[in-house]
């Protein structure tokens, strides 16, 4: 079965974004890039919340047509292009570059998604996320600790989740950011239990 996983950069004290959704507090290079570009590019699909996807649709479609672009940020433009694209938006009257709108999160419609032939999907957008994890439909998260405090922003867990999550992997980027890479393991062990 695909897993679901989530993939966030997070600032050391906890926030994915800045109070004004600001994300330049990230430290991407083009080590860090290329290990986003290798990894992603083996995934069946992108599951996005509105926001995320416009943040996305408002660079990389062209990014590679910038001569001042690195070599990761030009493979990840034809990378994010060619990803089928599941966006998740009440509102949004139209999405472009291979993407198929989706009013709302349908368990039992995820559940079939997974299901079927492919590899893993990623999440992009802490709200989109925090719905999953209401859910119960997420099997892994993939945090990305930046060497960055910013004070204030969003957090990608609210103050009342408690997940107890088990760590699998992880790695130390050169320019300080860590790879943390977290399994649900006792929800998905309840759920065994539980269909057993």
């Known amino acids: 079965m695909r897993k679901i996983i989530v993939w966030m950069s997070v600032s050391l004290d906890g926030f ?9 507090w990230q430290k991407v290079d083009d080590e860090l890039h290329q290990h986003f570009n290798d990894e992603l590019s083996r995934m069946s699909a992108f599951l996005d919340g509105r926001r995320t996807y416009e943040l996305m649709a408002g660079f990389w479609p062209t990014a590679d047509q910038d001569p ?18 599941l966006v998740y938006s009440r509102t949004l009257e139209r999405a472009d570059w291979n993407s198929t709108i989706v009013r709302e999160v349908v368990p039992e419609q995820v559940l079939a998604l997974k299901a079927a032939p492919g590899s893993d999907m990623v999440i992009g957008g802490a709200d989109l996320a925090a719905t999953f994890r209401r859910l119960d439909l997420i099997d892994e998260y993939r945090i990305y600790l930046h060497p960055v405090v910013i004070g204030r922003g969003k957090p990608l867990f609210p103050s009342d989740t408690r997940l107890d999550l088990r760590l699998v992997e992880s790695r130390a980027f050169g320019n300080g950011v860590v790879m943390l890479r977290y399994v649900d393991e006792p929800a998905r062990a309840e759920a065994g239990r539980a269909d057993g």
């Open 68 to 85: 001042g672009s690195s070599a990761p940020t030009r493979e990840f433009a034809g990378i994010w292009r060619d990803m089928p694209k």
């Open 16 to 24: 994915f974004e800045g109070p004004n959704h600001e994300l330049d």
